[in-house]
């Protein structure tokens, strides 16, 4: 069994601190993913829960143990890095073999685990490889095959996928939650990738600056995201920001900017003279024929599937995304509307979700 809590953890180097009393609960067989911008501390998060790091303060348990202390050796986990570090003069299942060989297991008894191994990751046909003879894919999936084949109670996974082109990184994100669903074991994953993060994750916890900003269901940090921080880091295109002070103007709430510009907010949402700012995701945007939002398009992007299209609020840019072809140019007028169960309101001040 491995569940694994984090209680109070800390990290520091030097006089600096990186991690500021993470607490973080993870079930047996979880897949949990740690999201963040860079250097919020994700992959010092990590490297703590492998042993490679020491923890400055809190206590960490694996599987109910007390694991503060406990050389990495020990802990039955396996881990799986951005760079694959394959021994370039070993065969791929040399490469495999090579944490049972190190083990003194005997070969007799890994060689059919190996076997296993490389037919569920696809590798069979290419066993006698050398690592350059392979694609990136196919490196990486040795690299997971080195780490299955230990059997490990838990994976850490630290960016896998950010090394390979963008086909292939949408093949292999497939793979591992394959890979997840038939070995059930407990998955730690590090990315900054939040579709990455949307995808794979049971859970996701978002970090920012050292602290967890929160930590929940992957739509449930898309529908209620608790802060200002987690609304702009989840969703993408990025959810669009308005800010302004709350005004009544006929008994109705709107959201008055400082260039004066009105947007009509739902009822009984925020306290009159209060500085909020409005989230509302691109494509939650509306648009209608005479609606009470006038925006001129800047720049217009189809991807296909959906056409995207941005103009400015304010300072701010401002981003509709359609799931459809939109027959629009730059400089044409749109008339827009906010449904107002698709709005999200914050405080502008301290960032704290108010709806
Ligand atoms: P990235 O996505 O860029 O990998 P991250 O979220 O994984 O970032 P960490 O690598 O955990 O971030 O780093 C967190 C902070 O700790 C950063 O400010 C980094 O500079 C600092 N840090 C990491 N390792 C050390 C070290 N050995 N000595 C001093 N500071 C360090």
Do not use: W
Not at 186 to 191: L, N
């Amino acid at each position: 069994m491995a569940a694994v809590q984090l209680i109070g953890i800390f990290k520091r180097f030097g006089d600096v601190q990186v991690v500021h009393g993470v607490d973080l609960e993870i079930a047996d067989g979880e897949f949990v993913v740690l999201v963040g911008p860079s250097g919020c501390g994700k992959t010092t998060l990590m490297r703590m829960v492998a042993g490679l790091e020491e923890i400055s303060g809190g206590e960490l348990l694996i599987g109910g143990q007390h694991a503060n202390h406990l050389p990495p050796q020990k802990r039955n986990i396996a881990m799986v890095f951005q760079s694959y570090a394959l021994y370039p003069h070993l065969s791929v299942y040399e490469n495999i073999a090579f944490g049972p060989r190190l083990r003194k297991e005997p070969e007799s008894e890994f060689r059919p685990r190996i076997q296993a191994v490389a037919k569920m990751l696809d590798l069979t046909p290419y066993l006698a490889r050398l690592p350059r003879a392979l694609s990136g894919g196919q490196r990486q999936r040795v690299a997971m095959g080195r780490a299955v084949v230990r059997e490990p109670e838990l994976f850490l996974f630290d960016e896998p996928l950010s090394n390979l082109d963008a086909k292939l990184r949408v093949q292999m994100r497939t793979e591992i939650k394959a890979l997840h669903q038939r070995l059930k074991n407990t998955v730690i994953y590090v990315t900054h990738d939040q579709i990455e993060a949307m995808t794979l994750a049971d859970r996701i916890v978002v970090m920012n600056a050292g602290n967890i900003e929160q930590v929940g269901r992957p739509l449930e940090l898309y529908d209620h995201p608790a802060n200002l921080f987690v609304a702009g880091f989840i969703g993408s295109p990025a959810m669009n920001f308005i800010d302004g002070t709350v005004t009544a103007v006929e008994n109705s709430l709107v959201l008055e900017t400082d260039s004066g510009a009105a947007f009509p907010l739902p009822a009984e949402s925020a306290a009159l003279g209060q500085r909020v700012t409005l989230g509302i995701r691109p494509e939650h945007v509306e648009l209608t024929q005479h609606g009470p939002i006038a925006l001129p398009v800047d720049v217009v992007e189809p991807t296909g599937a959906e056409t995207h299209f941005y103009s400015r609020i304010g300072d701010a840019p401002f981003c509709v995304a359609v799931h459809h072809r939109l027959d629009i140019a730059p400089g044409q007028q749109v008339h827009l509307r906010f449904p107002a169960d698709r709005v999200h309101l914050f405080d502008s001040q301290s960032g704290a979700r108010i709806n």
